[in-house]
């Protein structure tokens, strides 16, 4: 009777935030197959699983406080980490997607112009190239999350354009018959 009680508060220290998979005790095991064991086996046991689990919060302790100074970093650094950064202003994985939002730009504002207008051949381009460049932004060094989200726009702006000169296409077709 006492040995249930005792593989209770085992496993209720042993299991942190529950998720026991990511935290293995190898005690738990011991008396998770509540072999009858001798009281002092299970007490070294339960020792065991204290002891990890206050080294276990003392590590968590300790990443939150990294965390807190990691967020609490003046505006210079965070703007000097920008500046410095593989992809960042002094390099040209900054400067292209950034220009090239100003053709996305123009695509959005195509939206008010009239369907018969929208050239196909340029729409088609423009949906290659965002489907391309949104799959190879992710696949180099550093990956370029600007360039990827600029494609991803580019894509589907020039989809919604060809869906739109389709239809056009498709009602001049339907009113001729």
């Excluded at 609490?72 to 965070?78: E, G, L, R, V």
């Excluded at 360039?147 to 702006?157: K, Q, R, S, Y």
Aim: proline residues 5%; positive net charge.
């Amino acid at each position: 009777a006492n040995g249930g009680k005792l593989f209770f508060l085992a496993r209720k220290s042993c299991i942190l935030n529950k998720r026991p998979h990511q935290f293995h005790v190898p005690c738990f095991c011991v008396l998770n197959c509540k072999l009858a064991l001798p009281y002092k086996q299970v007490a070294a046991g339960l020792l065991f699983c204290q002891l990890v689990l206050e080294r276990h919060l003392r590590q968590r302790v300790q990443n939150s406080s990294r965390a807190k100074a990691a967020s609490t970093m003046s505006a210079a650094t965070k703007l000097q980490a920008f500046w410095n950064h593989p992809a960042g202003p002094k390099t040209i994985h900054f400067w292209a997607p950034a220009f090239k939002w100003g053709i996305t730009f123009a695509n959005i504002a195509d939206m008010q112009r009239p369907a018969d207008k929208i050239s196909t051949p340029q729409q088609c381009a423009v949906t290659a190239t965002g489907v391309i460049w949104t799959r190879y932004s992710t696949q180099i060094t550093p990956i370029n999350y600007n360039l990827m989200t600029v494609n991803a726009f580019m894509a589907i702006t020039g989809m919604y354009q060809l869906s739109r000169k389709i239809r056009h296409e498709m009602g001049k077709k339907e009113a001729a018959a």
